[in-house]
């Protein structure tokens, strides 16, 4: 592969989980209980696939205007996920980033089982897992700019640079390809700042439904495309 078709950070959207339980006659929960055995399958085939990044946006911060019931189920759903698999994710050697707000509207107790995970895994050496959760693209690059702003740096001296430094994707290369899944051709706010040459991929079928033989798919289409990164 040439070097600028090298797929070194795949982003997921997961989109649908609702829409397949409906479409399937199942409860909204059980999408989401699919959905996040797809992440985990997803992930630990990008490991095998060599794949040195990937980032999924399981909850927007916005998400967390849904109902008080299906939050809390979420939630729960969430804690219950990452006891299933850390013990995996340890073994597989890959290493797992929270990437969001670390606190509200998130309750303390999830986040802090994420930053435990983050700590359990920082020495790993494979693929890294970037999970988005409590995620929102302005409010991260209101963060940066909080930062900045509190860390003295004058104005004549901040670079792009400083502001990648300060992003909660840090040290992470921008995303070659971003999927977003159940046919919806918008980003929502993901990653505005890494996203500037990006290649974007809308399938119209639902994250429960995101194969390992459709991630293959994926690398097809991404194969396909001519990224010129602003050149002729």
């Given at each position: 592969m040439a070097e600028e078709k090298t797929l070194k950070h795949l982003a997921i959207i997961c989109d649908g989980n609702r829409r397949w339980a409906r479409e399937n006659g199942k409860l909204e929960m059980q999408g989401h209980e699919e959905g996040a055995k797809r992440v985990s399958e997803l992930a630990e085939e990008g490991q095998k696939l060599g794949i040195p990044v990937m980032s999924f946006w399981v909850m927007g911060i916005d998400n967390f205007k849904r109902s008080e019931t299906e939050v809390s189920w979420l939630m729960r759903l969430g804690r219950i996920h990452l006891k299933r698999t850390r013990q995996k994710i340890i073994d597989?050697?890959?290493?797992?980033?929270?990437?969001?707000?670390r606190g509200a509207p998130a309750p303390k107790d999830v986040i802090e089982m994420y930053e435990k995970m983050e700590e359990e895994t920082?020495?790993?050496?494979?693929?890294?897992?970037?999970?988005?959760?409590n995620y929102g693209g302005r409010a991260e690059i209101l963060n940066a700019v909080k930062e900045i702003v509190t860390s003295g740096i004058k104005p004549e001296d901040i670079t792009e640079a400083t502001i990648e430094q300060h992003l909660w994707t840090a040290g992470l290369p921008d995303p070659d390809l971003i999927i977003r899944t159940s046919g919806e051709q918008r980003l929502s706010g993901f990653m505005p700042w890494q996203m500037n040459y990006s290649e974007f991929y809308f399938p119209k079928f639902s994250f429960p439904e995101f194969t390992k033989d459709k991630l293959k798919d994926a690398f097809d289409v991404f194969e396909k495309r001519n990224r010129r990164f602003g050149k002729i």
């Open positions: 597989q050697n890959i290493r797992f980033r929270l990437c969001g707000l920082k020495n790993n050496t494979g693929m890294i897992l970037n999970l988005c959760f």
